[in-house]
């Protein structure tokens, strides 16, 4: 077994190098919105964290192309302003304050600089997550090799080195996916109210229940006379994280009783992006009554 523990040493030595909780300031897994109150589950997500680590850095992106042209369009007019001031020119050498034009330009270049840092912050987090999660794959692979190979005193030691590095790695992949969360910002939803036709009368009384992970919203509407739409609550934030999706549940009031109109799940990978997007929900399986809602990162 020469060859298999030389591996083990040269793992050993890559997660000794590679410890994220060495080098990280991380809060504890209990804090995450994706794990449940009063439990820790270590059980991380490579795929889907890739999904949103890919959205994230999409939006992001967007945002700096964004305000990178907004600063282009105000320097050019600050420059034509300096061009066409006389005053500028005869006075140059008299200190001045700042005009608005340029006190919006520099916070605008503010405001770029702090993108790009969390850009940077972002995309260190998902590098250090991809080691993790290969030297968790390695630990895997080893843990099998040795499994298939005689039994001895030194494999046994090495099946327990093996997979206490294996929940280490699983550890330090759940700390940065909880990192990971603290940057992904903020949903604003605003309730546009249901879609039904005929499907919806006057004086028909609706609940709508969102929740996302522990986050709820729970608001009543009512349908008008005139077919307006009126509702006890129309915004919502929800911090969004890793793992859940969206669950949208309608039901119809009657009086005392309740008839379920349907219940949904909606994934918020498509929602990081600079522009409010109207999302139209089905909430039967006949699309026949729909909820619409406005979603703002």
């Not at 219940?263 to 619409?292: H, M, R, W, Y």
């Amino acid at each position: 077994c020469i060859f298999p523990m030389f591996l083990l040493s040269f793992y050993r030595k890559s997660l000794s190098r590679s410890s994220v909780r060495s080098r990280m300031s991380l809060k504890s897994p209990k804090a995450y919105n994706s794990l449940q109150k009063g439990a820790v589950i270590w059980d991380p997500k490579p795929l889907q964290v890739k999904k949103i680590f890919e959205a994230l850095k999409k939006g992001l992106n967007e945002h700096l192309e964004a305000h990178q042209a907004e600063l282009d369009y105000l320097s050019g007019r600050h420059k034509d302003t300096k061009r066409n001031s006389r005053l500028v020119r005869c006075f140059e050498f008299l200190p001045r304050s700042l005009s608005p034009l340029q006190k919006q330009i520099r916070s605008v270049e503010r405001y770029i600089r702090k993108l790009e840092f969390h850009i940077s912050k972002v995309e260190e987090l998902y590098e250090a997550y991809c080691i993790q999660s290969r030297l968790r794959d390695g630990a895997t692979n080893m843990k099998h090799a040795f499994s298939l190979s005689p039994s001895t005193k030194a494999s046994r030691e090495s099946l327990v080195e093996l997979y206490k590095n294996f929940q280490e790695c699983t550890e330090d992949m759940c700390f940065i996916e909880g990192a990971l969360e603290v940057h992904l910002g903020e949903f604003h939803l605003k309730m546009k109210g249901l879609v039904g036709f005929a499907r919806l009368c006057p004086g028909d009384q609706y609940e709508v229940f969102v929740r996302l992970g522990r986050q709820k919203w729970r608001l009543k509407g009512k349908i008008e006379t005139d077919d307006s739409q009126t509702w006890d609550e129309e915004e919502k934030i929800f911090i969004p994280n890793l793992h859940e999706k969206f669950e949208i549940k309608v039901t119809e009031l009657r009086g005392l009783a309740t008839i379920l109109v349907g219940v949904v799940t909606c994934d918020s990978i498509n929602f990081f992006t600079t522009k409010p997007q109207a999302i139209i929900v089905d909430i039967t399986e006949l699309g026949t009554i729909k909820l619409q809602l406005e979603v703002l990162w």
